[in-house]
């Protein structure tokens, strides 16, 4: 079983940085894609980035040139670096990891078999 633990999260300033990261258990975590997803209140979870197993990289239109996700294999870690937020910004962030990721779902909350318990962000404006 894999479990994603999200940790980071906090009240910021709009403007500022903000670093967030999952841990996942298990030996085999340099076989996931990763992705990150956010639920804002009221609204539906929604895509905010990925990284494939090859490393490649893919955003959100919303977060595309502020955010840069990346990954420590050895480390088992998944990190999303949030610059320049915005209130918008603002929303629970989840993690989520799937062994053999489709492109065509990726951006997809079906496309992910394993989510983590979300870590909450706050931008004040």
């Known amino acids: 079983q894999v479990q994603l633990v999200e940790s980071g999260g906090g009240l910021v300033r709009a403007g500022v940085s903000l670093r967030l990261s999952c841990a996942v258990s298990g030996r085999t975590f340099g076989s996931y894609s990763m992705g990150w997803f956010r639920q804002a209140p009221g609204k539906e979870r929604e895509f905010v980035a990925t990284i494939l197993m090859s490393g490649n990289t893919y955003y959100a239109d919303s977060v595309k040139g502020r955010f840069t996700i990346s990954r420590d294999n050895a480390k088992n870690t998944v990190y999303l670096q949030m610059n320049s937020l915005k209130p918008e910004d603002t929303a629970v962030y989840y993690c989520?990891?799937?062994?053999?990721?489709?492109?065509?779902?990726?951006?997809?909350?079906?496309?992910?078999?394993?989510w983590g318990q979300g870590t909450q962000v706050t931008v004040s404006s």
């Open positions: 989520a990891a799937k062994g053999l990721l489709s492109v065509a779902t990726m951006t997809t909350i079906d496309g992910y078999d394993y």
